[in-house]
């Protein structure tokens, strides 16, 4: 949904991901998206990739926790073709 609304947005605004591509280097746009907790503490998603090495079960919480950044590393990644700022 979050990438949704940021494409038609820029719709909305007369933009297109090329005019702004065209303007600005990959290295110089960046999205960021984060959780209210953030996604690496041990409630979120930090928990559920260090888990199974401190021999912990994962928690039904912690994916979703993680999951609020996943948005803006697609539009980096994929989009913008970078890695973000």
Not at 6 to 14: M, S, V, W
Not at 31 to 57: I, K, N, W
Request: aromatic share 6%; net charge negative; proline share 5%.
């Amino acid at each position: 949904m979050a990438l949704y609304a940021a494409a038609d947005a820029l719709g909305c605004a007369g933009i297109t991901v090329e005019d702004i591509k065209h303007h600005l280097s990959p290295d110089q746009i960046a999205v960021y998206c984060g959780s209210a907790t953030g996604q690496l503490d041990p409630e979120g998603f930090g928990g559920m990739l260090s888990a199974a090495h401190l021999g912990q079960r994962n928690s039904s919480r912690q994916l979703p926790l993680g999951m609020s950044s996943m948005p803006a590393d697609f539009i980096n990644a994929y989009i913008l073709a970078n890695a973000g700022a």
